[in-house]
């Protein structure tokens, strides 16, 4: 069957694009396309961009001047024959042009379906699937480079190396209980237990990444924190002026809460706008203590802020209290402002935790903030191409599991158990590493999977 969607955001950009995939997408472009000097698109457009106009043959009607370009599978994006309409009018003839396509023998693409079809015709394995799921969604620079890193298939790589060594071990297992007598390749305990930790260091050096992965993905839940008038939205104003995060609308997700990314040299924050929930934006006030103890232990990061143009109160003491075994970055504001705040007592308090002082309504001290936002998670720069990093929660569960058979391997390795049992867990090992690439994989998880991609992708 013969798809198509609309496969640009709708109504952000200057130009639509509308996809065809399937046998009937030549014939389909063809019927409504009039070219200025193209007669017939044909093999020899194949990959060129021909002008004309797309027209309602049934109402003799102008639909819109477009450019068509013909692509000849196999070499495509889903494999199979495309045709992509780029059309100028904006949103409305856009869908003109989509509704004539499907009137004429398309059906319209589920969401994910030209990349499913991609999948299914072998151009891309699972992991590399959804990675474009994760750039679609990629909340900065740096999470689009690791998404793209792993669909150029460096984790399928790494996975596929991992999976070869657990195959040689399957098959010495194997020739050994075949032809036990033949002195064929015997394999031994020593070289079992060597492949195994050897596929057990790559699996957690995998999974090492997987919290840096996860922050790549969906940002550091951080949270601002301090009592009324200390200069909280003064903090999240200046540091989204500078670092504000581009988000892409992802339909079919909502919110329940005001969320901003920003966008810390490629560290993405998703600052939790407490005044987004409420008026004020007392997080204790407004929530009760109970709930904001809640956010608070939710968040990765929190960043707490102190006045110290007013003396030390019972809410700053509530909150180095709510803070105390968290993550969090101590900021004393307004400092431009006779002081009234005991710094070295308050550093007494918070365990000689460093204190940044400010001063945010003149710009002082945000760089420091920054730079202490970087340091606390990396140490440093992230090096995203340097190596593989799973940002798939899905992939980390199946690291997971597999990381327990090979542990349970190499036990009964060590214990000299029956070599037939510890087969078993070699193969499980193996399956579900599989299933990241898709290489054993069932349909209902394939379904699962493609569901998530927006429609046109
Ligand atoms: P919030 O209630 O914690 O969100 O505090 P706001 O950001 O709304 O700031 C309260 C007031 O303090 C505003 O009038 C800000 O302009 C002012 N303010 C914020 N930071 C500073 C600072 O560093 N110095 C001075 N002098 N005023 C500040
Ligand atoms: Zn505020």
């Given at each position: 069957?013969?798809?198509a969607?609309?496969?640009?955001?709708?109504g952000e950009?200057?130009?639509?694009?509308?996809r065809i995939s399937?046998k009937d997408?030549?014939?389909?472009?063809?019927y409504i396309?009039e070219g200025?000097k193209?007669q017939e698109?044909?093999?020899?457009h194949n990959?060129?961009?021909?002008?004309?106009?797309?027209?309602?043959?049934?109402?003799?009607q102008?639909?819109?001047?477009v450019?068509?370009?013909?692509?000849?599978?196999?070499?495509t994006y889903t494999?199979?024959d495309?045709?992509?309409?780029?059309?100028?009018?904006?949103?409305?003839?856009?869908?003109?042009?989509?509704?004539l396509?499907?009137s004429n023998?398309a059906?319209l693409?589920e969401p994910?379906?030209?990349?499913?079809?991609a999948?299914?015709?072998g151009?891309l394995?699972?992991?590399?699937?959804?990675?474009?799921i994760?750039?679609?969604?990629?909340?900065?620079?740096k999470?689009?480079e690791?998404s793209l890193n792993?669909?150029e298939?460096s984790?399928s790589r790494?996975?596929?190396e991992i999976r070869n060594?657990?195959?040689e071990?399957?098959?010495h297992?194997e020739?050994?209980?075949?032809?036990?007598d033949?002195?064929?390749e015997?394999?031994?305990?020593?070289?079992?237990?060597k492949?195994?930790?050897?596929?057990?260091?790559?699996?957690?050096?995998l999974?090492?990444t997987?919290?840096?992965?996860k922050?790549?993905?969906?940002?550091?839940?951080?949270v601002?924190?301090?009592?009324?008038?200390?200069?909280k939205?003064?903090?999240l104003?200046?540091?989204?002026?500078?670092?504000r995060?581009?988000?892409t609308?992802?339909?079919g997700?909502?919110?329940?809460?005001?969320?901003?990314?920003?966008?810390?040299?490629?560290?993405p924050?998703r600052?939790?706008?407490t005044a987004?929930i409420?008026?004020?934006?007392?997080?204790?006030?407004?929530i009760?203590?109970?709930?904001?103890?809640?956010?608070?232990?939710?968040?990765?990061l929190?960043i707490?802020?102190?006045d110290?143009s007013?003396e030390?109160?019972?809410?700053?003491?509530?909150?180095?209290?709510?803070?105390?075994?968290?993550?969090?970055?101590i900021?004393?504001n307004?400092?431009?402002?006779?002081t009234k705040y005991?710094?070295?007592?308050l550093?007494s308090?918070?365990n000689?935790r460093?204190i940044?002082t400010?001063?945010?309504?003149?710009?002082?001290g945000?760089?420091?903030?920054e730079r202490s936002?970087?340091?606390i998670?990396?140490?440093?720069?992230?090096?995203v191409?340097?190596?593989?990093?799973?940002t798939?929660?899905r992939h980390k569960?199946?690291l997971v599991?597999?990381l327990?058979n090979i542990n349970?391997?190499i036990k009964d390795i060590?214990?000299?158990?029956?070599?037939?049992?510890?087969?078993?867990d070699?193969k499980?090992?193996?399956?579900?590493?599989?299933e990241?690439?898709?290489?054993?994989?069932g349909?209902d998880i394939?379904?699962?999977?493609f569901?998530?991609?927006?429609i046109?992708k």
């Amino acid at each position: 069957m013969t798809i198509a969607a609309i496969s640009t955001a709708v109504g952000e950009a200057g130009i639509g694009i509308v996809r065809i995939s399937g046998k009937d997408a030549l014939n389909i472009g063809n019927y409504i396309f009039e070219g200025n000097k193209v007669q017939e698109l044909k093999d020899d457009h194949n990959r060129k961009l021909v002008y004309g106009h797309i027209v309602d043959r049934q109402n003799n009607q102008l639909i819109d001047e477009v450019l068509i370009s013909y692509m000849k599978g196999p070499h495509t994006y889903t494999r199979e024959d495309m045709v992509e309409v780029y059309c100028h009018g904006g949103i409305i003839s856009v869908k003109k042009v989509l509704e004539l396509i499907l009137s004429n023998g398309a059906r319209l693409a589920e969401p994910g379906e030209f990349t499913k079809r991609a999948f299914l015709n072998g151009r891309l394995d699972l992991s590399q699937s959804e990675a474009i799921i994760d750039m679609i969604r990629a909340k900065t620079d740096k999470s689009f480079e690791a998404s793209l890193n792993q669909l150029e298939g460096s984790l399928s790589r790494k996975i596929k190396e991992i999976r070869n060594i657990l195959l040689e071990m399957i098959a010495h297992v194997e020739v050994s209980i075949d032809f036990p007598d033949e002195d064929i390749e015997e394999v031994t305990y020593e070289d079992l237990e060597k492949s195994g930790n050897k596929v057990k260091e790559e699996l957690e050096q995998l999974l090492s990444t997987a919290e840096r992965g996860k922050i790549l993905r969906d940002g550091l839940n951080t949270v601002i924190l301090g009592k009324p008038n200390v200069g909280k939205s003064s903090l999240l104003n200046a540091v989204l002026r500078e670092n504000r995060a581009i988000v892409t609308d992802i339909p079919g997700t909502t919110r329940d809460i005001i969320e901003e990314y920003v966008n810390i040299d490629g560290i993405p924050l998703r600052i939790i706008d407490t005044a987004g929930i409420r008026n004020t934006d007392d997080l204790v006030e407004q929530i009760g203590v109970d709930k904001a103890k809640e956010t608070v232990e939710k968040a990765d990061l929190i960043i707490a802020v102190f006045d110290a143009s007013r003396e030390m109160s019972d809410e700053d003491y509530e909150i180095i209290e709510l803070i105390k075994d968290k993550k969090s970055i101590i900021l004393l504001n307004k400092t431009d402002l006779p002081t009234k705040y005991d710094e070295a007592y308050l550093k007494s308090i918070i365990n000689n935790r460093e204190i940044i002082t400010t001063s945010i309504t003149s710009g002082v001290g945000v760089d420091l903030l920054e730079r202490s936002i970087k340091n606390i998670f990396y140490s440093g720069e992230v090096e995203v191409y340097s190596d593989t990093i799973v940002t798939n929660v899905r992939h980390k569960n199946q690291l997971v599991k597999a990381l327990q058979n090979i542990n349970q391997a190499i036990k009964d390795i060590k214990g000299n158990v029956p070599i037939d049992c510890i087969e078993v867990d070699l193969k499980n090992c193996w399956e579900n590493l599989g299933e990241i690439s898709g290489d054993t994989i069932g349909e209902d998880i394939l379904d699962k999977i493609f569901s998530e991609f927006c429609i046109g992708k």
